[in-house]
């Protein structure tokens, strides 16, 4: 089985010197004014009755920018970063403008809008702006950046990213062309149910439990958050404060994208068919019962990695409808027992006599249901909706970290 050649992104820590902070900082600050600047201009057009600039127009009006006494300082960083951050504010407004009309598939995008400096930083490089070298990398007019090479670049990059995020880590990300090789196809498939008590029940019976960081550590974030607002806004106490909120969200993250990358991995080496729910998870977090366990389980995320790794190693995931009674159909016979209250984690077909564990249930109806095996409207000839959604592995997504995606 052939794979296309994919973008693939890949991440790395950096520990940038105390002067080259400085210059990091300068170099986001610069990119953040121009694409400010460029998204007021725009808007100023579009209240004036104008077209809204293309991304000639505003690099040559960046280029006139940078002759003035005003802004002659934007010269003192690389310019390539400047031009890229012109080209994402182009891209923005493509995305919204085709959103709106219908020729971009999926959520509405909202316009383009204004960076803070409060938030994640980012500066783009392409391949005439830096150097990947054996123990550092270049960056223009930044110098050599140390580096800890996780894993070795599978290509020559095509772009690199410096990212400053929220707890005050430094990152280097890279975008290769990578062609990914199949893994050995099975004869495996593997139905999976979401929940709540239990991350993921598999239709072998397995119960996986999910590590609730947030849960874990629910009482430290409160006690540093109500620390938080005692300070004064402005002050250098505030932001110590705020740099130890933004550490503690930092950690809660990382646990729980290490655990959804092991666990997805795992499925994806043992299992050549992978069958899950479809669930709307962005209505679920409406229920305000219920809505942090779930925001704290990141099911979104599970999926979007498991349709991603099994498009990279020849894997199949299937994702049935929604609405498919699997928790009151019986896996033995096939009949429908009736909706049951979350409560019933037990129940016994009133059919046949099977003794069903709800969830272990679930899974298995979910796995009947993909293969086409189930009394329902599938198993009668109806088409099953399999996801036929592509990964998001193209150069602008920064969703995931691609360096993780990779099962070696």
Request: aromatic fraction near 6%.
């Amino acid at each position: 089985m052939s794979i296309h050649q994919m973008k693939l992104r890949y991440r790395y820590r950096i520990y940038p010197s105390k002067q080259q902070k400085q210059q990091l900082a300068k170099l986001f600050g610069c990119c953040r004014l121009v694409f400010n600047e460029a998204l007021a201009h725009c808007q100023q057009e579009y209240r004036e009755g104008r077209k809204k600039p293309n991304n000639k127009q505003l690099s040559s009006r960046l280029t006139s920018l940078k002759k003035t006494e005003e802004k002659i300082w934007l010269r003192e960083v690389s310019a390539v970063p400047l031009q890229q951050s012109l080209r994402d504010l182009d891209v923005a407004f493509k995305n919204f403008f085709n959103s709106g009309t219908r020729k971009r598939k999926g959520k509405k995008v909202k316009p383009p809008k204004f960076k803070s400096r409060k938030s994640k930083q980012s500066a783009k490089f392409t391949d005439n702006g830096f150097k990947v070298n054996q123990h550092n990398v270049y960056l223009a007019k930044i110098g050599k950046l140390k580096i800890n090479w996780s894993r070795e670049l599978p290509s020559k990059p095509s772009s690199v990213t410096v990212i400053k995020d929220s707890a005050d880590r430094y990152f280097l990300s890279f975008v290769c062309d990578v062609n990914p090789i199949p893994l050995l196809p099975n004869n495996n498939s593997i139905g999976v149910d979401l929940g709540i008590i239990d991350f993921a029940t598999l239709s072998n019976g397995e119960k996986i439990k999910a590590p609730k960081p947030l849960k874990s550590n629910l009482k430290r974030l409160r006690k540093l958050q109500r620390n938080l607002s005692r300070k004064k806004k402005g002050s250098k106490r505030r932001g110590v404060a705020r740099k130890k909120v933004a550490k503690l969200h930092a950690k809660i993250t990382d646990i729980r994208t290490d655990f959804i990358q092991k666990l997805s991995t795992k499925l994806i080496r043992e299992n050549q068919t992978i069958a899950l729910e479809d669930l709307k998870v962005s209505g679920m977090v409406k229920n305000r019962k219920l809505s942090r366990a779930i925001s704290d389980l990141g099911w979104r995320s599970f999926r979007t990695m498991l349709e991603a790794k099994g498009e990279m190693y020849g894997r199949e995931v299937r994702i049935i409808d929604r609405w498919e009674p699997t928790s009151q159909t019986c896996s033995d016979c096939g009949e429908k027992g009736g909706k049951k209250e979350l409560s019933v984690r037990e129940w016994t077909c009133l059919f046949c006599g099977a003794i069903h564990d709800r969830d272990v249930n679930a899974s298995t109806n979910i796995l009947k249901v993909a293969e086409g095996h189930s009394e329902t409207k599938n198993g009668r000839g109806e088409k099953v909706r399999l996801s036929k959604k592509k990964a998001h592995l193209d150069e602008t997504s920064t969703t995931l970290g691609y360096k993780q995606l990779s099962l070696f």
